[in-house]
Every structure is written in structure tokens, then in C-alpha cells.
């Protein structure tokens, strides 16, 4: 175990993984904020599928892939793996996306966030934004010493884990977690594949509403919820991959958020595959087109950003 002393308030503790190589970074020194006494046991379970699933995160924690020096790009993305807010489909919409980015020279960060939850949370539909905040601030606040670039900072996000990315690129001016630095909380570009953007039950995915806000949600937490209708002139550049056939999560949510972002003329790619369902992550077997590589190319093409935009939001 090392220690490390990045401030007199706060101590990150690394550990290796053994299985992946990797480091893990805990989102916060204590209790999560909104966090009730008591913790529900953590649970791994790979399926006849291959996919391993995770659920009942009570402590949540960042797992780093950083690239090596020579091919470091000072870029970052913070990847949510998506499972309906009720699991985290960990590998195939988490780790094997970072490793992939830290190939290309992008440091990447796969967070293990805490799933909605009346047992462990007083608030449960902010306790995953929350963990997504503290997420984007340790690698903000910690990005010249790990080689990124405070603006070339971004997050990705799949299925529900779009959801919940695309609720930090949205909500980012309201801090739900301490924030005494004042650090920017806005992701600086977004990746989502095949995401749930809305909380309208006309196309939503019911699963990860009910799970977020429970069986009968108000309007106005639908309202705050459904993304496409919390872009302003500050939400940033966004990739949406999803594909034509996925009916769980109809494609209507990402051209929901594509034309709200473009109304604005913010930078959107919408990348639409004909088939491939729901869940296939990192390759899309009925494509020879990937969305990774195009998602690559996007990123290099951005425009950069106004100079003031990293300080935004930081109230």
C-alpha cells in the first residue's frame, strides 16, 4: 500500500490491482455525503455472459489507467460504466474501454459508483452524480501532477451510465459535494454510448428511472433529470454512439440530446449504428465501422475551448 499526500485535508490511498494492473483511488477520505450508517456487502457476479456485474457499491472508488509517458496525450476520460442503475457492467463498459484510451495515449479513469440506494443514501438520486462530481474533481484537481491538461478533461458514459454522464455534463454548476477549491465540475467533451438521455416515460429506459427516482417520480424530478432539456450554452462537445435497432433504450434519446446540443451550435457527432442492440461496449460485432476510432478521430478534430470555460461552473 502507498500512501500518498496530495493536500492537508485529504489523503488518496493506491492500491495495485492484481488483476488489472491497475490503481485504485478512493472517492472520498470518509462516508460519502448524503450516506446513511451502515454499508451493504459489495457484490461481483460474471454471468454465463461473460459480463461481470457489480452491485451494492457503498464505497466508491476511481480505478486508473494511466498511458505511457512517451505516447501521453495530457487528455483524460472518466468512464461510467451503465447497467440501469442497478449493476455496473464494470468490464466490458468500463475497464476495457480505459485500456483501450490508455493505448491511445489517454489517461482514463473507470469509476465504481454508488448505486441508487434508500439503505445507504438519504437522497438516492444524487448519490451517483454526487460520486461523478467527486470524480471529475480528484482528476481536475490532481491533473498536472498525473500529466493531463485541466481542460482536456472528459467523461464517458454507457447506457445508464450515460444517463449519469450526461447529468454531470448538464448539472455540473451545482456542486453536491464539498467544494472548498472551487473546482470546475464540467467535463470539458462527453462520449455516450447508447445512453439513456431522458426521464420522459414516452422514451425512457423505465428500468433506470425507477431505480434513479423511484415508481412514481414528480415532474419536476423528471424535468431535472431528463438531460435533453438541461443544455445551456456551457454543456460541452459531445459523441453519441448508439444503434438503430436498440429498443430498450430507444435511439430517441441520444437525437434528443443531438438536436438540443445543436440548437445551441455546440460541437455533436451522432454516430448511429444499424444494428447491435443494447450493451455491446467497446465493439459493435455487426460493424466493421467502430465507434472508438471515429470517437478518437472526433477528439483530435475538436476545436479548443474558450479560455475562461474550465472556470465555469465552479461556484
Do not use: C
Not at 457503498?58 to 487528455?75: D, H, M, R, V, W
Not at 442503475?85 to 493505448?103: N, S
Not at 454510448?193 to 423528471?222: C, K, Q, W
Amino acid at each position: 500500500m502507498i500512501s500518498l499526500k496530495f493536500s492537508a485535508a485529504f489523503i488518496m490511498t493506491f492500491l495495485t490491482l492484481s488483476l488489472y494492473g491497475q490503481e485504485i483511488i478512493d472517492l472520498y477520505e470518509g462516508p460519502p455525503p448524503g450516506s446513511k450508517i451502515g454499508s451493504e456487502p459489495e457484490i461481483a457476479e460474471s454471468g454465463g455472459d461473460g459480463i461481470t456485474r457489480v452491485s451494492q457499491v457503498s464505497e466508491p472508488q476511481l480505478i486508473a489507467y494511466f498511458p505511457e509517458k512517451e505516447k501521453n496525450t495530457g487528455k483524460a476520460v472518466i468512464v461510467f460504466p451503465g447497467g440501469g442503475y442497478g449493476i455496473l457492467a464494470i468490464d466490458h463498459e468500463g475497464y476495457d474501454v480505459a485500456e483501450q484510451l490508455a493505448a491511445q495515449g489517454i489517461a482514463a479513469f473507470v469509476v465504481k459508483y454508488r448505486l441508487p440506494s434508500d439503505a445507504i443514501m438519504e437522497d438516492k438520486s444524487i448519490g451517483p452524480l454526487q460520486d461523478a462530481q467527486r470524480a471529475i474533481q480528484i482528476v481536475r484537481e490532481n491533473a498536472r501532477q498525473w500529466g493531463i491538461g485541466e481542460d482536456k478533461i472528459g467523461i464517458a458514459g454507457f447506457s445508464a451510465g450515460g444517463h449519469l454522464a450526461s447529468t454531470l455534463g448538464t448539472h455540473f454548476a451545482k456542486p453536491l459535494i464539498p467544494n472548498k477549491k472551487k473546482t470546475s465540475l464540467r467535463p470539458d467533451f462527453m462520449l455516450l454510448g447508447y445512453p439513456v438521455i431522458t426521464m420522459d416515460e414516452t422514451f425512457t429506459h423505465m428500468g433506470s428511472r425507477t431505480n434513479l427516482l423511484g415508481p412514481a417520480p414528480s415532474s419536476a424530478l423528471i424535468e431535472h433529470y431528463s438531460n435533453e432539456k438541461q443544455v445551456n450554452a456551457d454543456t460541452p462537445p459531445t459523441f453519441l454512439g448508439p444503434a438503430q435497432d436498440h429498443h430498450a433504450v430507444p435511439i430517441k434519446n441520444s437525437e434528443s440530446l443531438r438536436d438540443a446540443l445543436a440548437r445551441l451550435n455546440i460541437h455533436v457527432h451522432l454516430m448511429i449504428y444499424e444494428k447491435g442492440g443494447h450493451g455491446f461496449g467497446l465493439n459493435n460485432p455487426t460493424s466493421t465501422e467502430q465507434w472508438f476510432d471515429q470517437f478518437i478521430a472526433w477528439l483530435s478534430q475538436l476545436p479548443s475551448p474558450p479560455s475562461d470555460i474550465s472556470l465555469r461552473g465552479a461556484d
